[in-house]
């Protein structure tokens, strides 16, 4: 909000105040439009997180007595129709449920992608918001071959053809680009980058020295589809062929042509920008000193400080010629760079290899080969909030008040105030003893892995969780609860960035035999059909707990199925028998907490997505390791043999980690 001046006695103060203003108006159009390219953190669990919302929702907190917030975020699934009509002058108390306190803090990590700082220029802003191409480009069979060092010399000679004619293209482009400049040091900046393109060409010409090649590929190997497509994209762009946009006639504007060379580097970025972050990434997980790799010197090339400072350079170009441009110049912007990273995924995938590579696992389980079986969890892998949060908000905000009668024939339910209450009392009460429960699990010291004895302690834990669900049905706070409530709560239900994308894509492939299971703590297994019918996901078969109803309306009563580690890992093997040939069965297991632990390990391949730190810590002292899901797919293409080639196997006692569900996406589907 702008305070403007009020004081009247200068002419000055009477033209600077709408002066004023109207900057104020620009700045907050601005911020607008970039909020949605700000990397988007998922709300931490307050189940998990009490303390957080304590302070963001309690009403004698120091940032509630000084804030008046709209709906927050926790509360966008509901109906508005049972959202608390006071919420926006008052922030009532936040409901926590007990359940899994210390498993998982938030979802949101930062990866090497990129810091989280508010403070980046749009490209760097783009280059994160565009991470699901990176992960796709990154997990291509051809980069993950090269990268292992098993790349066939015929694949990659191929690729050195295909690079050329990009890169002669990529010349010209900046060239276009420098002629639409209007600024003599961006002109210059951009006269610099086609520099270091061509000398990037003289690169590839000692390839032909280096691999005896004895002639230029570039010579006798013709443009694929896939570089022409890219090829032409950036030279459309750099002639001003935008779409919706004027071409730059020889009467146009300065500022016109210079809108043009803005384009043009915003559809050159990716490029620089993926390639100097795999150079980074390949130097810091292969080893190059004893010079035994074959493509040392393609990564040496692009991870040392001459590219980087040419990425850096074109990123800074980028923003400075974006400045000036409005909010519907910028959305061509973001759409050109996210078209540059699409292409630059498309080039890697298009290159031909014969050889076996363990990504993706798709390519592997059409219907003539093996089946794919896909489990996961649901609270904190699939959402970003847990089931059990959205079943007591669902419980407060509808129960009647202290002094509102009830009807005589529904069942009686608690008052909005002792809801509140009881579940505060309640997940105290769950806090403290699952703290105690994890640490009275725990050996005193690390262990090699030892699955029975990983079982034999989580045997405790199932025990605790068995007892919270009985209070939580003893005390009463789930009865009354609408199932048309909990079904729209459902559809409504926000789930992790990539999550929906990757269901939709596995149930919509004809070509793919898979099959989707989801386990889950989760008191309301309709909560969750309804979360992935309304999004389009496909069918999924749900294995979790139910609520009982009379005439739609909750008991308070939880069919129980399954409540501990040990439920969920039975529930897996049972699912897994009632499958022809187990031989032919390829698992994967995606969750994030420690109930999810034992299933992690019995699938082939175990993906922790999240931060729990209770995972790692019981893991880890029961000697599982927690590797990084991109090194550890370069080791198992390292180990590739001749027609045999697989990522893992149950039981090994490594899991693999991820940043999000566009990793998952890349290693399980590709492209």
Known sequence: HCHLPTHNHSKTNQILSPLFFAACLLLHLRVCWMRPLLPSFALPNPIKTPLFFSLLFHPSSAAASTLRRPTPLFLSFLPASFRPRSFSNSPPTMAIPPKLLSSSASIATTSSLGSNSVDHGLAAKLWIKFRRELHLAMYTPFLVSLASGN???????????????????????????????????????????????????????????????????????????????????????????????????????????????????????????????????????????????????????????SFQASAFQTEDLLDKLSVSLTGEELDIIEKLYHQGMKHEAEFFYAQPLDQPTVVPFAKDHNHDGGRLVIFSDFDLTCTVVDSSAILAEIAIVTAPKSDQPQPENQIARMSSAELRNTWGLLSTQYTEEYEQCIESVLPPEKVEFNYEALCKALEQLSDFERRANTRVIESGVLKGLYLEDIKRAGERLILQDGCSNFFQKINGNDKLNSTVHVLSYCWCGDLIRSAFSSGGLGVVSVHANELTFQESISTGEIVKKVESPMDKVEAFHHILKNYKDDSKNFTVYIGDSVGDLLCLLQADVGIVIGSSSSLRTVGSRFGVSFVPLFP??????RECIEGSCSMGKSLSGTLYTVSSWSEIHALILGW
């Not at 550890?632 to 293409?637: A, D, F, I, K, T």
Request: net charge negative; proline share 3%.
């Open 632 to 637: 550890g797919v370069l080791q198992r293409q």
């Open 151 to 305: 790349l066939k010399a015929d694949t990659f000679r191929h690729y050195i053809a295909q690079d050329a004619h990009f890169l002669k293209a990529f010349a010209h482009a900046y060239e276009l680009a420098e002629e639409c400049a209007d600024d003599d040091d961006a002109k210059l900046a951009i006269a610099d980058l086609r520099k270091a393109v061509l000398e990037e060409l003289k690169m590839h010409n000692s390839f032909v020295l280096v691999m005896d090649w004895g002639i230029d590929p570039a010579k006798e190997v013709i443009a694929t589809s896939a570089t022409v497509k890219y090829t032409d994209f950036l030279l459309a762009t750099a002639s001003g062929k935008v779409e919706g946009v004027k071409g730059p006639g020889k009467l146009a504007t300065p500022f016109e042509r210079t809108k043009i060379a803005a384009y043009t580097i915003a559809a050159m970025t990716p490029c620089m920008r993926l390639y100097a972050f795999l150079g980074k990434e390949l130097q810091t997980l292969v080893d190059l000193k004893d010079g035994s790799h074959p493509y040392k010197k393609w990564i040496e090339n692009y991870s040392c400080g």
